[in-house]
């Protein structure tokens, strides 16, 4: 049987404790509530504290979080936000549309009963997250409906290099425009599905493509506004928080 070429990632060779799995999920979920700025320096020191830790367990959960996109790993400086270009978000959203346009092809048509329950649940989810206004899992939940398509349609090893963009993107998305939390993607979503089954792939593709790009705009939106801001501004906020 031939080796997969996935590099493994820190998750992979051993089960994170308890305690770094309480970490993970904290930095996490700042990082989806967009609690953390660009370019924000994760001090070890003043995190092991914060979580009652060793910096060794804490070195762990940096490792991962760098290996799955969502923080930058500098040697001899440490663990920072990252703090992408127009350029870079730009990227990964069109790597996104050729890769899901490629799913809306291999599905359209050929959903059937218990994919469409699976689905039409995960919608409800959404929905759920947004009602209660949980923004961390209202955009996790929205990326994994991604995954959830993507999984269906060409398995495990397509399913991984989409969850490095579908990561990529999430962030840029808790960075950039954390107030709103992919409010109409439930809704998206859920034409999407009508779509493929309807089997009506110029719907489906069209309805995916606006989705995306709707998103990608409005990050590259608010992006751009953060960076025009100056330091007389910026400063100002820090000192009234």
Known sequence: MAQSSRLASPRDTEEP?????????????ALLEGKLAPGQQLVERELAAAFGCTRGALRKVLARLGYEGKLVL?????AFVPSPSEDDIRAVYRARQVAEAGVMVSLCGKLDAAMRRKLAAHVRSEKKALREARVDDAVRLAGQFHLLLTEQAGGAALVDALAQLVAKTELYKA??????????????????IEA?????????????RAHLAELEERVVRQARARAGRDLKAVFADLANS
């Open 196 to 208: 493929l089954e309807a089997g009506d792939l110029t719907a489906a593709l069209a309805t995916m």
């Open 74 to 78: 500098e040697p001899n400086r440490g």
């Open 17 to 29: 404790s308890d305690v770094e799995a309480h970490v993970y999920a904290s930095i996490s979920s």
């Open 175 to 192: 960075l950039f425009d954390p107030s709103k939390a992919s409010m109409c993607a439930p809704d998206e979503h859920a034409q999407i």
